[in-house]
């Protein structure tokens, strides 16, 4: 069982930055940021593997990054040049290693999640 807990939302105005943390209670193979916005479905932003591998989404590339301090099982998004259309809420997710590889993969593929942490943009 692996408990998540995300912190680092608030409000900041168009071309600001924030970071996001995600707390983890233990190892994890596999950990991604989703976010979710008013009446929108949920979507994968960026994902690491154990080894540091990444991948992110295109509205994220070249904005965000993901990372990890591992000796603290604490998951990172610092997120920059953030846009109105960034306004969402923001989940940590994580799974165990198995056969499916770790990457953008749909909501099903992770089986832990975070309650959230909401990030709001004004323009």
């Known amino acids: 069982q692996v408990t998540l807990v995300e912190s680092g939302g608030g409000s900041v105005q168009a071309g600001g930055s924030l970071r996001l943390s995600c707390s983890a209670n233990?190892?994890?193979?596999?950990m991604a940021w989703f976010r979710q916005a008013p009446g929108k479905d949920r979507e994968a932003v960026a994902v690491?593997?154990?080894?540091?591998?990444?991948n992110y989404a295109e509205h994220a590339k070249g904005r965000f990054d993901i990372s990890k301090d591992r000796a603290k099982s604490i998951l990172y998004l610092q997120m920059n040049s953030l846009t109105p259309e960034d306004s969402a809420m923001y989940y940590c997710?994580?799974?165990?290693?198995?056969?499916?590889?770790?990457?953008?993969?749909?909501?099903?593929?992770?089986?832990?999640w975070g309650r959230g942490t909401q990030v709001i943009v004004s323009s």
């Open positions: 997710a994580a799974r165990f290693r198995d056969t499916r590889p770790c990457d953008m993969g749909p909501e099903s593929d992770f089986g832990y």
């Open positions: 233990g190892y994890t193979y596999c």
């Open positions: 690491i593997r154990s080894d540091g591998l990444t």
